[in-house]
């Protein structure tokens, strides 16, 4: 069931079309990714589903409903430039965004200590904005973003300043969202995000949706049948000589210091056959489809269309 729906969406800027005929369906209770290259229109798409603009044509439902600023209650929004308040302490920062969103002060006193508790940060109550590290102070504007509980949550480059731990401590908060219902469109650059969290995606290009679907179909949907063997083997150079009916498209030293083989079948071959012919005469302890990342998918689709 779509959550949220983009409907045949256009978005003028004098005479420069940035949303040209953008359709999406965000499914309740997934996560979908938005991908695109600096100066696509990502930002313009997100401050429309956000309710800051509104579409020039087309339209934008939120659960069956014309989306409007009646709806902004039920929306989190972390831009990808932070709204802080430097002056302001921490705890009156995360007080003053809770009683926006129509807490009462006692309700947001509560929920400011379950976050500040939760996130590891209460001895940085007092504290102004200014005085912490760009780290520090997108855990403040995580927060700021989901404390009144959104059903529809946007974030905008959400990693950006945080080490490897709090990073994995915001992907288990995202996660535990979506898990309770929370509907999410995760907007980054960074590919590896997006394959570990999202469900679905969408890739805006010079203001135009040139794919979209879900993870797997997609890289299901660009698979080069190319698949990988790994040997024990150190002679490499055997392994590639022994046998020329298999094309060969890589080789390599992996991580592990063993030996990789990346082969590309034809129409006429099968894996099973590629398999075969390899563990006859060599010790494989690994074999697996190569799946094109969805790094590799981005590049290809938005250099084709450049």
């Known amino acids: 069931m779509s959550f949220i729906q983009v409907e045949n969406v256009y978005k003028y800027f004098e005479d420069k079309c940035v949303s040209n005929n953008i359709s999406l369906e965000i ?3 997934e996560i ?16 429309m589903l956000a309710t ?5 044509k087309g339209k934008i439902s939120l659960n069956n409903q014309p989306l409007n600023s009646n709806h902004s209650s039920m929306i989190g929004y972390m831009p990808e430039e932070r709204g802080l308040y430097k002056k302001m302490s921490v705890v009156d920062q995360l007080l003053f965004f809770a009683e926006l969103k129509g807490y009462s002060h006692t309700q947001a006193k509560q929920e400011v200590k379950y976050w500040m508790n939760k996130l590891d940060i209460v001895s940085w109550a007092d504290k102004k904005m200014e005085e912490l590290s760009k780290g520090m102070a997108q855990k403040i504007q995580f927060i700021s973003t989901i404390l009144h ?4 949550l946007i974030l905008d480059e959400p990693f950006s300043g945080f080490d490897p731990v709090n990073a994995d ?6 996660i535990s969202l979506k898990n309770e219902g929370t509907t999410i469109l995760f907007s980054t650059h960074r590919m590896d995000n997006i394959e570990e969290l999202c469900d679905q995606l969408a890739i805006i290009h010079n203001g135009e949706k040139i794919l979209d679907g879900k993870i797997n179909t997609i890289r299901q949907q660009f698979f080069n049948h190319e698949y990988i063997l790994e ?3 150190n002679n490499i150079e055997d392994i590639e000589t022994a046998n ?5 498209i890589q080789t390599q030293i992996n991580s592990f210091g063993r030996k990789e083989i990346t082969f590309k079948l034809k129409e006429n ?7 075969k012919q390899y563990s006859q005469s060599n010790a494989i302890i690994g074999f697996k489809e190569k799946m094109p990342t969805i790094h590799q998918i981005f590049v290809n689709q938005v250099t084709s269309k450049n």
């Open 149 to 152: 509980k959104p059903k529809f």
């Open 52 to 56: 800051i603009t509104t579409p020039d």
């Open 169 to 174: 401590m915001v992907k288990d908060l995202i």
């Open 269 to 275: 071959q099968s894996p099973q056959e590629l398999y």
């Open 27 to 29: 499914p309740e209770g």
């Open 244 to 248: 020329n009916q298999f094309d060969i």
């Open 231 to 233: 040997f024990t083997n």
């Open 32 to 47: 979908f990714g938005l991908l695109g290259p600096n100066g696509a229109g990502k930002t313009t798409l997100i401050r």
